[in-house]
């Protein structure tokens, strides 16, 4: 019954809505679209000129091409009240509407003209400027600015106006009710247009082009700001429009207006005012289709009680499963089981769906990498001291020859995961596999003050391991593996490096140049040292690890890219 009610209650206060919102909406979107339906053409047309002498139809150094090209333009579009060009040497041209003959004339001491062509050097983009006086119109217009760009040369600027009187007109004459007073103001202080308004200048001018509010007759219109206010609570959200009441003297009114902007300087605004005493009666009507809602929520507030403690057990299930992915650990988290409810059950196959993409996920990203991320924050690009570590195996490819493609993969598989392990013991985070190579960092994304000594451990224990590894294959009759390490400490960029589609969390500087380049220095030295893996670090290395004492003098080398020569050492 309480719905029956509540619904009943909602259908008679039908007229509410109609005359208040949907009155008030479709006349404020029928203004601006009025409008916008004679100054968007204006522009266009401003364009379509550039277009043409962008393309040559029209030259401005021609006198008769650009007379013809600008009586041409105004073909067709009864607002214009003038189509000119303006030169770099503020030389103007203008074709008029009125005689459909061009002017001409010099503007070098006109301030206006001066600052126009300034500021379209500047920011050369097409745009409305602020209302102008123009003495050749005898009155204030909305003027169009489109700078013409040739070969990086400014070439001139194409200049459309239209009267205010005009703009002013179409808001007056949109076919709102009789007693409702239309009005449009340029900014909050100024009306567009009043009747008997006369600038006093003979020059171009941004001065005094507009009537200000405090001025005009209207003792409503002059205090639509000024009076004490009381906003439309009940009508103003997610409408095209805005308004309040006020009260002047001891009469109230009611103003319904909207903003228009991009046409001039100021925002245009669009309204209209009637007595409050027209629209008391059908706010009250609206304020008991709130009462109507509320009821209808109470209701709907004890429905939904209802219904969630049926479904409560489910949505557990999903918050414990996404409490579980929060932690990373994709391969011990089971998927959800269906459900009889259609939502919940559409969620449990969307949540299977991502677990299984995100056991895929985790396979090309390496989880330690993403938790150190969530753990300190997001990835900004900084320069700090890193660590950097290249491995390549020695002779790889003559060695790959001779397996199969599935050999190769499992003993590169088996390779990685043994560096890996090691790498991470150590916190240091993998950036890459480069063929048989491993690029890996430490000191970021967490900071680690002892991140080269980090690194010189994790190259013991690579080196470790790689020894087990090649007893079982001598056992195995396989090819024992042979290594080679580079390690330098320096400073350099870290941070998410990518375009917008892909990133990758990675380090780029001189001091990853370096390292790998000191990897490749163990070439030259292979044959000095018979380790499986050989493992070579900077001086700079050795100065941040002083607590790996484990090292050998290898003495200066040069490598490619740097100036001078580098001292290297060996982990032994």
Not at 2 to 15: E, K, Q, R, Y
Not at 205 to 228: H, N, Q, R, Y
Not at 277 to 295: H, N, P, V, W
Not at 356 to 378: A, D, I, Q
Request: charged share 20%; hydrophobic share 40%.
């Amino acid at each position: 019954m309480l719905a029956v009610l509540g619904i009943s209650l909602f259908s008679g206060l039908a007229n509410t809505r109609e005359s208040l919102v949907e009155k008030a909406t479709s006349q404020m979107a029928s203004v601006q679209h009025n409008l916008t339906s004679v100054l968007d053409p204006m522009e266009h047309r401003a364009r379509y000129i550039a277009d043409l002498i962008y393309e040559g139809k029209i030259d401005v150094n021609d006198p008769e091409s650009m007379e013809h090209g600008l009586i041409a333009g105004l073909a067709g579009a009864q607002h214009l009240v003038g189509l000119g060009f303006l030169y770099p040497d503020l030389t103007v041209k203008m074709a008029e509407r009125a005689t459909q003959k061009i002017i001409e004339g010099q503007h070098t001491g006109n301030f206006v003209s001066i600052e126009l062509v300034e500021s379209m050097k500047t920011y050369p983009v097409g745009s409305w400027g602020p209302l102008i006086y123009a003495p050749d119109a005898g009155e204030t217009v909305m003027s169009y600015r489109q700078p013409i760009i040739r070969d990086g040369k400014f070439i001139g600027i194409i200049l459309v106006a239209i009267p205010v009187s005009t703009v002013s007109n179409i808001v007056k004459t949109n076919g709102l009710a009789k007693d409702e007073a239309r009005f449009i103001l340029y900014g909050k202080d100024h009306i567009l247009s009043q009747q008997g308004f006369q600038v006093q200048s003979t020059e171009l001018t941004f001065e005094g082009v507009a009537p200000k509010l405090s001025d005009i007759s209207d003792p409503v219109l002059s205090t639509i700001w000024s009076a004490p206010r009381l906003p439309f609570r009940l009508i103003k959200a997610g409408k095209n429009f805005d308004g309040h009441f006020t009260k002047v003297g001891d009469k109230r009114y009611q103003f319904i207006y909207s903003s228009l902007v991009g046409y001039t300087d100021k925002p245009l605004i669009i309204g209209y005012q009637l007595p409050y005493e027209d629209a008391a009666k059908q706010l009250f009507r609206l304020a008991y289709a709130g009462l109507a809602g509320l009821i209808i929520l109470i209701i709907s507030i004890v429905i939904a009680y209802i219904i969630g403690r049926k479904i409560a057990r489910p949505i557990k299930a999903l918050s414990k499963a996404s409490q579980e992915i929060s932690k990373l650990d994709f391969g011990s988290v089971n998927a959800l089981p269906p459900s009889r409810l259609k939502e919940l059950n559409e969620a449990s196959e969307a949540y299977n769906t991502m677990l299984r993409g995100l056991n895929w996920f985790e396979n090309y990203v390496p989880k330690s990498l993403v938790r150190k991320l969530m753990e300190t924050g997001e990835a900004h690009s900084e320069t700090r001291s890193v660590t950097v570590m290249f491995t390549d195996i020695v002779g790889f490819t003559p060695q790959a020859e001779k397996m199969t493609s599935e050999q190769v993969a499992q003993m590169l598989n088996h390779h990685f995961e043994l560096l890996t392990t090691c790498i991470e013991a150590e916190g240091g985070t993998v950036d890459k596999f480069i063929g048989d190579a491993v690029m890996a960092f430490w000191g970021a994304p967490e900071y680690q003050v002892d991140h080269a000594a980090r690194a010189c451990r994790a190259a013991f224990a690579i080196k470790s391991a790689i020894e087990t590894d090649n007893q079982l294959r001598l056992q195995n009759n396989e090819t024992p593996i042979k290594m080679r390490i580079g390690i330098h400490t320096g400073r350099l960029v870290v941070g998410n490096i990518g375009s917008s589609g892909r990133l990758n969390y990675t380090v780029v500087g001189d001091t990853v140049n370096v390292a790998q380049r000191i990897e490749q220095l163990g070439k030259s030295l292979v044959s000095e040292y018979k380790d499986d893996v050989l493992a070579l670090v900077s001086d700079a290395v050795r100065l941040e690890a002083e607590d790996v004492s484990e090292m050998e003098n290898v003495g200066q080398h040069s490598v490619k890219g740097r100036d001078g020569k580098i001292e290297i050492f060996r982990l032994s």
